[in-house]
């Protein structure tokens, strides 16, 4: 079992920047892939960016892809996203999810079906 908590979320203005952070539970951090997706309002949940157990692989979608990075810390059992020049269009809930299957080191997945656990989410409103 994992646990996963985000945190980093808020109001920005547009342009501005946030960083938020997913905390796992347990020693097993650094066999699972990860993932970050979002939600907004009366819209499907939506793959944002992912990155393998090893942290050499990452995969960002492409509305964010130079905007936002994705990057962990497997001494801390944490997972990143950074998110810069951030527009109103990114406003949502964001998730931080776990994937148990990928077995490649290397890397991860975009589909939201492949991830075994989620955190609770994080609120990220941008302001125009």
């Known amino acids: 079992q994992v646990q996963l908590v985000e945190s980093g979320g808020g109001l920005v203005q547009a342009g501005g920047s946030l960083r938020l952070s997913c905390a796992a539970s347990?020693?097993?951090?650094?066999?699972?892939?990860m993932g970050w997706f979002r939600q907004a309002p009366g819209k499907e949940r939506e793959f944002v960016a992912a990155?393998?157990?090893?942290?050499?692989?990452?995969f960002h979608a492409d509305s964010v892809k130079g905007r936002f990075t994705v990057s962990r810390d497997n001494a801390k059992n944490t997972v990143y996203l950074q998110m810069n020049s951030l527009k109103p269009e990114d406003s949502a809930v964001y998730y931080c999810a776990a994937a148990t299957g990928v077995a490649a080191a290397t890397g991860a997945t975009i589909n939201d079906n492949d991830y075994d656990y989620w955190g609770q989410g994080t609120q990220v409103t941008v302001s125009s």
């Open positions: 347990g020693r097993t951090f650094s066999r699972y892939a």
């Open positions: 990155i393998s157990r090893s942290g050499v692989g990452t």
